[in-house]
């Protein structure tokens, strides 16, 4: 299977996996009162994706299927722990900040469930292309929330973008209403159940409308 | 193959994958080793430079710790006290003592105490208090921290080491009073434990 698109679309969308498989809501439901935090982790989340999605792949042929998952489990162990030492190097700031969530990547089952569901099973370059895009779609999910909650939380955006592109990025910070005092809900983790729930929801409409749309026209070409 | 020696090589195979993986993990952390640390002793620095301005000192704050054991500062562990000095002369003691009540839990703060007794100021630098009420104590979402820089055991006396509600001469943070009363509450015990142990603190050399 070598359909680009299809890689592409599976991941951003039609089987995102924070929307449609609703894998690793840990670390997304914990990590995003913030856009920056969840940018972080996001990219984090993409970086492992990718290492573990082309080590399995490259390995495929010669991991017997018995001894397959405790193998996957030690290429994302290895492969978190990497992007939590980096990420400790050239980041630290705001390692301390979703630091602990990082480690929390390994429970992730999104990425071992691609490594079983897709590089398992495909070439390198695709399953590349399956975990970036995997990746980009639980991200941009994780800004979706990230946004939402940060607005309404703290009536704010792109706060403490310093702690990712260094002091200069304080200019980022909008402050979108003056003398807001925050709605707390936003903030806490029912807040981001609830703006979870709302983008699940609203995604299932969008794809009603388009099956509609779709099997309309098939009806009509029919008649 | 016979079974046991299809088990053999599975076993290698998967003790292969352990090694190499740890190889590349411990390859990873000494490159980095050197780099992490540094960042940890800027981040260190950065919060005791918040309290002892870089100018105020000529020592390495980090470096000149001793680690004390008292009830007094809310916790039964060792607790870190950084010592500033100047051309060894003692300059101030950053003590990070904890406040055990907080509404969820301990607050973990540095309270930077100058060689007279007078308060440089407070950070807290650990808390799981509620974002948007009790958060106010960190000096990053609110300015409430700083109304304890230049007091003292002195200033004011012993009963009024407490919130306004309660008769004190401190703001109460709005809707966090538990949060505020268990920080009012750990500055003034570091302060007495301070007064009593002065010398103590600045003599003993950890490092030495």
Known sequence: ?223 | MKPGKSMLVSASLLAAFAIGGTAIVALTYTNTADRVSQNKRDYTLGKLHELIKPDQHTNDMDRDTIQVQDKMLGTKEKVLVYRARKNNQPVAAIIQSVAPDGYSGRIEMLVAIKYGGELAGVRVVGHRETPGLGDAIDARKSDWIEQFSGKSLQNPGETAWKVNRDGGKFDQITSATITSRAVIKCIHNTLKYYELNRDYLFKKQDNE
């Open chain 1, 1 to 223: 299977m070598s359909d680009y698109n299809k890689i592409i679309s599976d991941g951003l969308w039609k089987n995102n996996p924070a929307t449609v498989q609703l894998l690793g809501l840990c670390p997304l439901l914990a990590v995003t009162s913030t856009v920056v935090n969840a940018l972080g982790l996001g990219l984090a989340t993409i970086l492992v994706l990718v290492i573990s999605n082309i080590t399995v792949s490259l390995i495929r042929n010669i991991v017997r299927p018995e001894i397959r998952i405790p193998v996957f489990v030690l290429v994302i162990a290895s492969a978190v722990t990497i992007t939590d030492i980096i990420m400790q190097a050239f980041f630290y700031e705001l390692y301390l900040i979703i630091g602990l969530f990082i480690a929390l990547i390994t429970t992730n089952c999104a990425i071992i469930a691609r490594a079983e569901a897709f590089a398992s099973k495909n070439t390198v370059a695709d399953s590349a292309l399956d975990g970036l895009f995997m990746g980009l779609g639980f991200t941009a999910v994780l800004l979706v929330l990230g946004t939402l909650r940060e607005i309404i939380g703290f009536g704010t955006l792109f706060q403490q973008f310093d702690l990712m592109f260094g002091e200069g990025a304080q200019w980022m910070k909008i402050t979108l209403f003056d003398n807001y005092d925050g709605y707390l809900l936003a903030i806490l983790p029912p807040g981001a159940f609830i703006g979870l729930g709302l983008i699940i929801a609203i995604k299932n409409v969008i794809d009603k409308k388009r099956e509609k749309a779709v099997t309309g026209i098939l009806q009509q070409s029919a008649t």
